[in-house]
């Protein structure tokens, strides 16, 4: 239950272990359109243009900023925790000069300050963590999207840990970039960074007057492959990860197929499950309110009384394998529960139980059963 590598569907694991086919054989080509064309539905952008790339979250992240960035381009990055800090330092590496807007841990950036920081200059990128991984926190993104277009700024959002399990509507909304990796809510083991770029963010990478400074990252090198695959056609530039597209392929088919709204809003429910019989344990959350906590993970402070080594060790003895803290300043005051993918009732119940388990063998101070019977409620409504 920890939030990436998530646990995948047997039959996402089933394409990933067969043979492994030239990347230039028919079945093969036609899975990699297929991805390509599916991509879409999900990010919820008919006119985006899909790149499937071997690498990870990261990478994403960076072919964003590799393409888009100009040396001395004003960049806004807002920052909810851990990967705002990490975006800041990416857009660094290519010259940018870089603004961050930073929050307490567990709150989000008031508008205002945004709209504001937007006036004072002409910025050419803002950057938003959608679901920062390290608090829990959810980051409205679509009416930040609407203040960057007001300034003419491109905005890319890192779904790393939303895409497939938050509501993402990038064309409506105009997201410039939405960005993710496969081991989180795509539900496909860890090994593709996954980016959809709008019209806009296309024409604006086209115009550049510098060359891209990453190889392996630059658009000109990945759009022929893409554009190839797409048209069913035999393309080469780097050997693409054939094992994790024909998986891919599985999973975006089995997203699809559970529907974008009913998949939102089983996300939706078994967070409000989980969160509420934390509360319900008498134990504090990290984001401040409902309002922003994220719905693929939560991020708790442990028990009074109880450190992290034994709260951690107790809940894997019940067979339970939740994540430890991630933001340095805090890191060994919280856990991290994930709950995002193929996530079900009986996981989010078993690992309430597993707590549960852990408090009473720590002798902790509360109702029995309260936590499972709180989200039973909940998720039986
Ligand atoms: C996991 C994550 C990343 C980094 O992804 P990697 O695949 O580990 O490189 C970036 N941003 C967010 C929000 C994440 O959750």
Same mark, same amino acid.
């Given at each position: 239950m920890i939030p990436g590598p998530i646990e995948f569907e047997p039959a996402v694991l089933q394409a990933l272990g067969a043979p492994t086919s030239s990347h230039v054989a028919p079945d093969f080509i036609n899975s990699f359109g297929n991805c390509i064309e599916l991509m879409r539905k999900i990010w919820q952008s008919p006119t985006g243009q899909p790149f499937i790339i071997a690498g990870s979250g990261t990478l994403a992240m960076d072919? #964003? =900023? =590799?393409?888009?960035?100009?040396?001395?381009?004003?960049?806004?990055?807002? @920052?909810? %925790? /851990?990967? %705002?800090? !990490? /975006?800041?330092?990416?857009?660094? !590496?290519?010259? #940018?000069?870089?603004?961050?807007?930073?929050?307490?841990? %567990?709150?989000?950036?008031?508008?205002?300050k945004i709209e504001t920081e937007l006036a004072k200059k002409s910025y050419k990128i803002i950057t938003i963590t959608h679901v920062d991984t390290s608090t829990g926190v959810l980051f409205d993104p679509k009416p930040i999207a609407e203040i960057a277009k007001k300034y003419n700024t491109l905005s890319i959002l890192d779904g790393v840990c939303s895409v497939a399990g938050e509501e993402i509507k990038q064309e409506e909304w105009g997201i410039d970039i939405v960005l993710t990796a496969s081991q989180k809510a795509i539900g496909v083991p860890p090994g593709l960074a996954l980016l959809m770029v709008s019209k806009k963010a296309m024409e604006s990478f086209k115009n550049r007057k510098s060359p891209v400074g990453n190889y392996y990252a630059d658009f000109t090198n990945w759009l022929p492959i893409m554009n190839a695959y797409e048209n069913r056609q035999a393309s080469y530039f780097g050997t693409p990860p054939v094992n994790l597209i024909a998986a891919l392929e599985v999973s975006l088919q089995q997203i699809v197929a559970e529907g974008m709204e009913t998949r939102f809003i089983r996300h939706i429910k078994i967070a409000t499950a989980f969160r509420e019989a934390m509360l319900a344990l008498g134990l504090l959350l990290l984001p401040t309110n409902?309002?922003? @906590? #994220?719905?693929?993970?939560? =991020?708790? /402070?442990?028990?009074? %009384?109880i450190d992290a080594t034994t709260f951690l060790q107790k809940i894997g003895n019940n067979n339970v394998i939740v994540a430890g803290g991630l933001l340095p300043s805090l890191k060994t005051q919280y856990f991290r529960v994930g709950h995002m993918g193929s996530v079900n009732n009986n996981d989010i119940l078993a690992t309430i139980g597993a707590i549960e388990s852990c408090l009473i063998a720590c002798k902790y101070n509360y109702e029995k059963g309260i936590g499972i019977k709180t989200a039973l409620n909940i998720l039986n409504t």
């Open positions: 072919m #964003a =900023a =590799a393409n888009l960035i100009e040396s001395n381009d004003n960049v806004l990055v807002l @920052s909810t %925790g /851990y990967f %705002g800090e !990490r /975006y800041a330092e990416i857009t660094k !590496r290519y010259g #940018a000069n870089v603004t961050i807007l930073t929050t307490e841990p %567990g709150t989000t950036i008031p508008l205002e409902k309002n922003h @906590s #994220a719905n693929t993970l939560t =991020a708790t /402070y442990y028990p009074k %009384g």
